[in-house]
């Protein structure tokens, strides 16, 4: 779904999306509110004991829009969107006979099923009932043919009488949830959605800002899931960005981010990290690979390029964990496409028929998807869980989206939906320091027809996830590296896991504002550096953890410093850098910086088993909007070092280095210990690469063709 069609399923269909959320602030509170604690802990539902759908199942599988007579596309806003003609019964069939995974998701009704003269029994319980019992007859035939059934908006399933208790007891049905679709769009598109959802848009704290969302998804899933049927009613949502654990903590089933949107790596380290925090083991994505590749043709008019870059995708996903994989369109029906094959372009809104289940271009794409099945069938089970050994922290409170939004561009969008709370709450430097991310460990390099494959990313440092500052510490000392980057509101509790987290060996990378405690007016403070060490957690006492004391903000940094060589040189407006006091003979200097006179910049303190990296600026790291500044760059430098000290005996370099180079750079990797097995996948879909496999001091060179699947290495 593109941004102008989420706004409109956020706007146009309000009834469906936002039921519930009107009562957000003033109106019906959920029960079990969340405490006001450090960082927010999940709600459970009970566990689905009846539907049979746990850490083992693999969910594969589409989405089934609803019929209309004519399939002419409709007038979405700079969008063909249509509907297929076949009804809901033929596609669950056609599921089976055309190898197209395990499970479908129904949109709502629209103009209902017109196929009276096959005696339809989905038709007969339309017209019957309608629209209540609709999502019932699904459920029966879905059921019979043991297909894992999902919704996506469909409120009425719950609230309207669809009997699941029955359905799953007496006829098996393995339902597996309600999709309220982008509920937080509103958190990257326009103020008019943050407004319809009636969020309070003028907080004056990241605190009160990030649970004043928090409270709407709450109130969302205590409104739309019945309490009927407790152990079945199951919520999820489609997340357009990475804000995967606000969503958990909202007490979502399942979240399943949009991927293509962006790159699809980004929402999967995302989802991930946020699934292992809260414990879920069931996650995955859907594919909206059709619309976020517009400026792809469709295959087959124009070569196989866009089929092998789904391919590639879907690969990663199921060669990363994931357990449920689902495409949002193209294969049933096309809906940016003519019968001619001509792709629709954004303006040219209810232009001509949708292309249909028997054209040439739907056909490709369902054998496509089923060679993808056909893998995922062939490995389940068998892959395990790949390693992971680095972790990037998403600071409590942070709201980055997983991509900068360029204040000085409209539409701009602030932070946390706070349009009316001050141009402090634009994206800064804060969200910029997520940029090192891609620098170092989400690499686009790859290409696809000649264009920059940016839906794909290569994994030259290896797998890593985004893990929420809340994440319990038995799941972070499953990490060997931790890196805080973007906005952070320091806790007693995250403290106090950080210091245990050294000690019992992990490294961790941390500069001076990501120990800035949650208070009033806190945003404008840290964005205006105008924050003074009692902001700080303990005064800025922290030698338990780093060895210092913070004493004040300092003068600002002139030059940074290597081994008394001068590396860069910087405006003298550019960055402060903390005065501290050394409070443990186990803090060593990194680099230095000169401001007036030389003074550590990046200190290094010993603690336990492992070691913490303080980075002593008084600002975030990120830069300006156009270029990485002289200390990003030595930051990036200082990272890599960090992490090729934890990488373990399984890496890749290339000609003979030590590093990974532009060859690596293209390519996404996992490690799988318990099979001896190491997995590649090419993101550049137009060129091949050779790299270099350390396999426990032991290398291999080998070429990895461009052809989007997986190439397997034992050792």
């Known amino acids: 779904m593109r941004i102008f069609l989420k706004i409109s399923l956020l706007i146009g269909i309000s009834s469906i999306l ?281 295959p087959p008019y124009s070569g196989d390029a866009p089929l092998r870059l789904l391919k590639a995708g879907i690969n990663f996903e199921w060669m990363s964990g994931a357990k449920i994989i689902l495409l949002e369109s193209g294969n049933f029906s096309v809906n940016t496409c003519e019968p001619n094959g001509k792709r629709f372009t954004r303006f040219e809104k209810g232009k001509g028929k949708m292309t249909m289940y028997n054209s040439p271009v739907t056909t490709a794409i369902r054998k496509t998807w089923g060679e993808c099945w056909n893998t995922i069938k062939k490995d389940r089970g068998k892959l395990g869980t790949p390693e992971v050994r680095t972790a990037i922290i998403r600071g409590n409170f942070d709201g980055y989206v997983g991509w900068f939004i360029n204040p000085s561009l409209p539409p701009y969008t602030p932070m946390w939906a706070q349009w009316n709370a001050g141009k402090e709450w634009h994206y800064d430097a804060i969200e910029r320091s997520w940029e090192l991310m891609y620098d170092i460990f989400l690499t686009e390099r790859g290409t696809v027809n000649g264009k920059r494959n940016r839906w794909l990313a290569g994994l030259p440092q290896g797998q890593f996830d985004v893990v929420p500052a809340n994440i319990p510490l038995q799941r972070l000392n499953s990490y060997k590296t931790l890196i805080f980057l973007g906005w952070n509101s320091m806790t007693n509790t995250l403290y106090n896991n950080l210091i245990e987290y050294v000690k019992n060996g992990g490294t961790l990378f941390i500069s001076v504002p990501h120990f800035n405690i949650p208070r009033d007016g806190d945003r404008k403070e840290v964005v205006n550096d105008s924050y003074n060490v009692s902001g700080l957690l303990k005064g800025g006492d922290l030698s338990e953890l780093c060895g210092v004391k913070i004493i004040g903000k300092g003068s600002r940094i002139s030059q940074i410093m290597r081994k008394n060589t001068k590396l860069n040189t910087l405006p003298s407006s550019a960055y402060y850098i903390a005065d501290f006091k050394t409070t443990s003979p186990s803090v060593t200097t990194i680099i230095n910086a000169y401001a007036g006179m030389k003074k550590p910049l990046i200190i290094e303190h010993s603690l336990g088993k492992g070691h913490v990296f303080l980075l002593a600026t008084w600002e975030y790291i990120g830069g300006d909007c156009s270029k990485k500044t002289a200390l990003e760059e030595i930051v990036s430098e200082v990272l890599r070092s960090v992490v090729k000290r934890n990488r373990g005996n399984i890496f890749i370099t290339e000609k003979g280095a030590d590093n990974p180079g532009q060859n690596c750079e293209a390519i996404a990797w996992a490690n799988f210990p318990a099979n001896k097995q190491v997995s590649f996948i090419n993101t550049d879909m137009d060129h091949s690469h050779i790299i270099d496999i350390h396999l426990n001091n032991k290398i291999r060179t080998i070429k990895i063709e461009p052809n989007g699947k997986i190439t397997n290495v034992f050792y």
């Open 18 to 298: 936002i039921l519930g959320v009107r009562n957000i602030i003033c109106g019906k509170q959920p029960s079990n509110p969340l405490k006001q604690q450090d960082s927010s802990t999940a709600v459970s539902h009970p566990v689905n004991k009846i539907n049979d759908i746990n850490a083992t199942s693999i969910i594969f599988g589409s989405s089934v829009y609803p019929e209309s007579k004519g399939g002419y596309a409709s007038n979405w806003p700079y969008f063909a969107w249509g509907r297929p003609i076949h009804n809901q019964e033929f596609f669950i069939k056609a599921t089976i006979s055309e190898n197209q995974g395990n499970s479908l998701w129904f949109w709502p009704p629209g103009d209902g099923p017109h196929h009276k003269k096959e005696n339809n029994p989905v038709y007969e319980s339309y017209v019957k009932h309608k629209p209540y019992h609709y999502p019932e007859a699904l459920g029966k035939l879905c059921a019979a043919n043991n297909i894992y059934m999902g919704t996506v908006y469909m409120s009425e399933l719950l609230n309207y009488g669809t009997n699941l208790k029955e359905l799953s007891e007496v006829h098996n049905l393995k339902f597996v949830a309600q999709d309220f679709g982008e509920w937080d769009g509103f958190l990257y598109q326009a103020k008019s959605s943050a407004e319809k959802a009636k969020i309070k848009m003028n907080c004056t704290s990241m605190k009160k800002a990030y649970h004043e969302i928090l409270k709407a998804g709450k109130s969302m899933i205590a409104n739309r899931v019945s309490d009927k049927y407790p152990g079945l009613s199951k919520a999820a949502t489609t997340s357009g960005s990475g804000l995967v654990a606000i969503n958990y903590a909202s007490g979502f089933d399942y979240v399943l981010p949009e991927a293509y949107f962006k790159n699809v790596m980004m929402y999967l380290v995302n989802v991930r990290g946020a699934a292992k925090a809260y414990g879920k083991e069931m996650w995955g994505l859907w594919n909206a690979w059709e619309w976020q590749t517009l400026e792809l043709d469709l």
